[in-house]
């Protein structure tokens, strides 16, 4: 039996549901108060909605939302540092000649290749706490600076290789400056790169667990680690709807970034970002 | 080449000495490194400084804040590969990764062979935006849904299986029971690879012309001789880049501690792999043995490396004569 047109279709809505159903059902627990979820015979929709959740959230003073706050600082501080630095070098490492350039850029692709996450860890553990940073946000920011520096140099190297050279030169004869060539120039075109760049390193940093549950105990954790210290869904201020919130909250700023950014993403494989 | 030109271009446009025209290189070359400078310093201590410090630290007995190490050779290594922790903690990694590869190749593979066969461009996409979705999402929170989904007082796994299926009386207590811990964290593995394994393997696929199947199909042949006559053996190159990519599956950690509580220990030992045993052991035991951690670590990243180099032996021979797939 082949199947037609509509079979396929209604095969991916079918995955496609099961995919977003887990996400759904946390939506609808977030809109249901904690006595209706525990209510037997459990229910897969809500017999009351209420909004009471989203109030307990920010009402009762749970530090739930000062750590949403303190994932918004550092990647506020993170995403712009690193979209920055990787321009810069990714365009220098694409067209600017120096001694010693192709062997260091090779020196820093290898890394990729190297599954060191740990070890790494071990470092950077001894590196924040000998800088007296320790469950900071500084603490967390200095190693998070590190996360995917690497690809995103790749990325923008490649997206600069990819502007065609004859628009430099023109500048050039033009009696342009080299930065000044850089910045009017070079950096518009490849802005479709650096917005790729963006929203990796923001989904990067804001998701980012290993270096956070590891370096942050209290004051500097953000919100993902948060929630994962919690221990018990059934009792106290952190039952299960109302973490549900929370939990909806710390998924809107990856969902606006990646539907306001997806289309750069696109643009930005079409033009040979991941290339080797 | 283009340097030459260039140069060239810019002694046109302003006639001067060839002592300017070298000072422009030099002044090139220090323009270069200071646009990398940024990089290269986040890189030089978070990457070149930390693997090599973590690898001397490896040969000492050194322990966090402790004043006194000593270089102990080989010892930490010896120790490692004779601690049960370790060794049981390969097995489980290696358990995890036959368990989360299989279902997060295959699944995937269907639904992308499914997908690529939908031709209506705006439908494709708005599919693909949708199954993307879970991968955009932070991992701890994946990993802490599901530890709610598999609550087994309501969560939705049970809720399903008992309340609304009745395929079973009672529901189990996933995370709790040792055997079903591990196939509960590879079940979330599989959920949470599908999207972003199939727009992988899309990228493959849409490498591969599509007037191959029409002629196939002229010629009579069926979907699923298509599929593995010429849709497979094309799709090698992409499949063997996933592959060695899974890999890494053996270092899993982060999905451990945020399933089971950031180093509550209340993760049932079916489920203490070497990476999670070496976080528990570097960073919440009380001495902080630095050192051992490392150690093992390093064994860890030699296990993968090595790894990666056979899987990549393997399947030498007709690397070179096929091309395409994706472009990773």
């Not at chain 1, 430099?168 to 850089?182: H, K, N, P, Q, S």
Request: with cysteine; aromatic share 14%; proline share 6%.
């Amino acid at each position: 039996v082949k199947p037609g047109r509509f079979g396929r279709h209604t095969f991916i809505w079918i995955v496609i549901a099961l995919v977003l159903l887990p996400f759904v059902w946390v939506i609808l627990l977030s809109v249901r108060p904690y006595s209706d979820l525990v209510l037997l015979p459990p229910t897969f929709l809500p017999r009351v909605w209420t909004l009471g959740n989203y109030q307990a959230l920010f009402n009762k003073d749970i530090a739930l939302t000062q750590y949403f706050v303190n994932s918004a600082i550092v990647s506020a501080v993170v995403v712009p540092l690193v979209v920055f630095s990787t321009c810069l070098g990714g365009y220098a490492f694409a067209r600017l000649r120096f001694p010693g350039r192709d062997l260091l850029f090779w020196l820093l692709v290898i890394s990729l290749f190297l599954p060191v996450a740990f070890p790494r860890l071990i470092t950077v553990y001894e590196l924040v706490s000998d800088w007296g940073l320790m469950d900071t946000l500084p603490g967390l920011m200095l190693p998070y600076l590190s996360l995917g520096i690497v690809i995103y140099l790749f990325i923008m190297r490649n997206i600069f290789i990819e502007i065609p050279k004859e628009l430099e030169d023109a500048a050039r004869i033009d009696g342009a400056t080299l930065f000044g060539v850089f910045r009017r120039i070079m950096l518009p075109l490849a802005a479709p790169g650096a917005m790729m760049v963006t929203m990796l390193c923001f989904l990067t940093t804001w998701g980012e667990y290993l270096f956070a549950v590891t370096l942050s105990t209290s004051n500097a954790l953000t919100l993902p680690v948060a929630m994962t210290l919690v221990t018990s869904e059934t009792q106290g201020d952190t039952v299960l709807t109302v973490l549900a919130t929370a939990y909806v909250l710390a998924m809107i700023p990856p969902l606006l970034v990646y539907l306001g950014l997806n289309r750069f993403f696109r643009a930005g494989l079409a033009q040979g970002a991941l290339k080797f | 080449v283009t340097v030459g030109s260039l140069r060239g271009s810019a002694r046109l446009a302003q006639p001067r000495t060839s002592s300017r025209a070298l000072s422009a290189s030099v002044q090139e070359a220090l323009i270069g490194y200071a646009f990398v400078a940024p990089v290269v310093l986040i890189f030089g201590v978070f990457y070149a400084y930390a693997i090599a410090r973590s690898l001397a630290l490896s040969f000492t007995n050194f322990k966090f804040l402790s004043p006194s190490s000593q270089f102990v050779g080989l010892d930490n290594y010896v120790t490692a590969l004779q601690d049960h922790w370790v060794l049981e903690g390969f097995a489980k990694a290696a358990y995890f990764t036959v368990l989360s590869f299989l279902g997060s190749l295959l699944l995937p593979l269907l639904v992308a062979l499914v997908l690529d066969r939908v031709s209506h461009p705006r439908l494709s996409s708005i599919y693909r935006v949708l199954l993307f979705l879970p991968a955009i999402m932070p991992a701890p929170l994946i990993a802490r849904l599901w530890r709610w989904m598999y609550l087994p007082s309501f969560g939705l796994i049970n809720y399903v299986l008992v309340d609304w299926l009745h395929i079973l009386d009672s529901g189990p207590l996933w995370l709790v029971s040792p055997e079903l811990a591990m196939p509960s964290l590879a079940f979330m593995a599989w959920w949470s690879a599908l999207g972003i394994v199939t727009i992988f393997l899309l990228a493959g696929l849409d490498g591969i012309p599509k007037e191959l199947y029409e002629a196939a199909r002229i010629d009579g042949a069926s979907e699923l001789r298509i599929v593995w006559s010429i849709t497979l053996p094309l799709l090698r190159n992409t499949l063997i880049v996933w592959s060695i990519l899974r890999i890494e599956t053996l270092a899993v950690v982060e999905p451990i501690l945020a399933m089971w509580g950031g180093g509550g220990g209340s993760a049932p030992y079916s489920i203490w792999t070497w990476a999670y045993y070496a976080w528990e052991t570097g960073f919440k035991s009380g001495r902080m043995p630095f050192g051992y951690a490392s150690a093992i670590g390093w064994i860890g990243a030699g296990v993968m490396i090595a790894l990666a180099l056979v899987v990549r032996w393997l399947f030498r021979e007709r690397d070179r004569a096929t091309e395409g797939g994706a472009a990773v």
